[in-house]
């Protein structure tokens, strides 16, 4: 692991880990290898298949398992890490149309991605988003097509936290690339380059809680509330070197008109600013939600079986402190608490 002393110091300092590792043939096939002992279905049985899923990372590649726990401490400059090389079923099935099977939960390279998403804490479902599943397809599906959900394509998805609105937001969504698209971009933009973009008044109005946010649509006939108005939050917060990110182009908006144009200023930033991914297949990418905000551009499915195929999952670092929250299963975060 790259680290450095400190001039002042003899302290140890650990350096941003680097957003793209890529595995060569001998370690994807250990990778695989370690994936295969996991037998359960993460989406019918979640909860084992997180604990064999853990139990395997043990297994994973020195090198990679390094990487990765790196990522996990002291995070990258662009906010996410791309694992690439994985080994991706030659059998896989055609996209469908739609996320209502789940059918990329089915493949190796879901185990694949079980294994290293528990080097970052534990992968948990919401049973108000992807079915409930552990592992959701997202793929374009035409009914959905110029929509604001991961399931959209033709039209730009607006920058994002994900879940913005909830106090039990996953701390990492990983997005495991089964097939891609050469135009779908996915993209990052860490609070560590807003904020070096922003001058310093402006990085302190942002770390004043004045934005209040709504509650997505997809979440809303599930609470008792789902008109509540929530916050306001602060966009930053945290160490003033690591600052953590909180913005959603769609649901937030400014209790000042002062906050608004702040507001759309992030946005400016970020569409001027931020790192763009063209996920390819075998490529692992691991999203830092509390460091980094997102968005993907449009691209254009053909609906033929081919397109672009995310096989998605979220990560929470602790899920003891969820527990009170979750199903019986005590994977699946329970819909009245989104
Ligand atoms: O399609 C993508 O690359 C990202 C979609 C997204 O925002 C998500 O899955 O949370
Ligand atoms: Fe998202």
């Not at 602060?234 to 608004?260: F, N, S």
């Not at 490529?283 to 096989?311: C, Q, T, V, W």
């Not at 929470?316 to 989104?338: F, G, I, M, Y």
Request: aromatic share 6%; net charge negative.
């Amino acid at each position: 692991m790259r680290s450095a002393r400190s001039k002042e110091s003899d302290i140890t300092v650990h350096e941003l880990q680097s957003s793209l590792f890529t595995v060569d043939a001998a370690m994807a096939a250990e990778i695989r290898t370690a994936a295969e002992r996991i037998t359960a279905h993460p989406n019918e049985n979640p909860d084992d298949f997180g604990r064999q899923a853990l139990a395997a990372a043990f297994s994973l590649p020195e090198e990679v398992r390094a990487a990765v726990l790196n990522f996990a401490e002291v995070g990258s400059e662009a906010g996410i890490m791309v694992v690439r090389g994985l080994y991706v079923d030659e059998d896989l099935t055609d996209t469908p149309l739609n996320n209502k099977s789940g059918l990329g939960a089915g493949t190796v390279f879901a185990k694949e991605m079980g294994m290293l998403a528990h080097l970052l804490g534990s992968m948990v479902a919401y049973e108000a988003e992807g079915n409930g599943h552990l592992i959701q397809d997202m793929v374009p599906n035409p009914k959905l097509a110029v929509t604001q959900q991961s399931q959209g394509s033709k039209v730009e998805l607006e920058a994002h936290t994900e879940q913005c609105f909830s106090d039990f937001k996953p701390d990492y969504v990983i997005l495991g690339a089964l097939r891609g698209d050469e135009n779908a971009k996915t993209y990052a933009f860490s609070g560590r380059k807003l904020v070096a973009n922003m001058t310093p008044e402006e990085v302190a109005k942002l770390r004043q809680p004045l934005w209040a946010t709504t509650i997505d649509e997809s979440f809303q006939p599930y609470i008792p509330n789902p008109d509540d108005v929530r916050g306001p939050f602060p966009i930053l917060r945290g160490p003033e070197d690591d600052p953590y990110i909180l913005v959603d182009q769609d649901l937030m908006h400014g209790i000042t008109a002062e906050a608004q144009r702040l507001l759309a200023k992030v946005v400016e930033t970020y569409i001027e600013h931020r790192d763009a991914h063209v996920l390819q297949p075998g490529d692992l990418l691991m999203l830092d939600n509390l460091r980094a905000m997102h968005g993907r551009s449009m691209y254009e499915p053909r609906f033929d079986g081919k397109d672009r195929f995310i096989a998605r999952g979220f990560v929470v670092r602790d899920r003891r402190k969820l527990w009170p929250q979750l199903l019986d299963d005590r994977r699946t975060l329970a819909a009245v608490h989104s």
